[in-house]
């Protein structure tokens, strides 16, 4: 298994302004994934977030919106730009050390935009 | 377009009853996963299922594969409380370990 933290737990932001999702892993990881859990849905992912260059982003979801920062191999960033209330959701990160891994998932991080 | 759907939706069972969530997808994949969330809480893996006919067992859980209908089951042998939980299956959908999530389903055990 393996041992994921996120920082912050939850926060409570103003429309307009941006907050930075961080996702620590224990150990190297090769694949990490934000995904966003509005309330009372499922799951979908936002990008997967590729050591040494650019994410990849899923339908609908766009680099100037929810930029990514991989800089090694246990830790990436996700921030959530130009909030509005639409994007009250909770950020949820997911690691898998190969193809034939389980996915692992973070406790999430709980976003409130007023 | 991958697509996984699971039914029901919401299920409320009794204590010390059986049943079965079912999650059917769309396209080939090659692994399909369970997990479960507690309220508030993240998901927490129960199940990976790699290959026709895997079956996989943990306490009164039980989860198959059919590849060929597409289809994966998870069984629940006497339910207890301690289940009550929203469950979900995910299916690889064959890039790079993409997941595509079915909508959950709520399950609620009553005494």
């Known amino acids: 298994s393996a041992v994921i933290s996120q920082k912050p737990s939850r926060d409570i932001c103003q429309r307009g302004t941006s907050l930075t999702i961080q996702c620590q892993v224990d150990?190297?990881?090769?694949?990490m994934f934000w995904y966003r859990q509005q309330p009372g849905q499922s799951l979908t992912l936002i990008a997967t977030?590729?050591?040494?260059?650019?994410?990849?982003?899923e339908s609908g979801f766009v680099i100037d919106k929810f930029p990514i920062s991989r800089p090694n191999l246990t830790f990436s960033t996700l921030t959530v730009s130009n909030m509005s209330p639409e994007d009250s959701s909770i950020y949820l990160c997911?690691?898998?050390?190969?193809?034939?891994?389980?996915?692992?998932f973070g406790p999430g991080t709980r976003l409130l935009v007023l | 377009e991958l697509k996984v759907e699971q039914n029901p939706l919401f299920l409320s069972m009794q204590e010390g009853k059986n049943y079965t969530i079912y999650c059917n997808y769309s396209?080939?994949?090659?692994?399909l996963y369970w997990y479960r969330q507690d309220p508030g809480k993240s998901l927490e893996s129960l199940f990976v299922?790699?290959?026709?006919?895997a079956v996989k067992q943990e306490g009164r859980l039980m989860a198959s594969l059919d590849t060929k209908a597409r289809l994966s089951t998870l069984h629940i042998t006497a339910a207890v409380h301690d289940l009550s939980a929203t469950y979900f299956c995910?299916?690889?959908?064959?890039?790079?370990?993409?997941?595509?999530f079915g909508q959950g389903t709520e399950l609620s055990v009553k005494p």
């Open positions: 977030a590729n050591q040494g260059s650019e994410a990849t982003y």
């Open positions: 997911s690691v898998a050390r190969g193809n034939q891994e389980t996915q692992y």
């Open positions: 396209t080939t994949s090659d692994r």
């Open positions: 299922l790699l290959s026709n006919g």
């Open positions: 150990s190297q990881v090769t694949m």
């Open positions: 995910a299916v690889d959908d064959n890039q790079g370990g993409k997941l595509i």
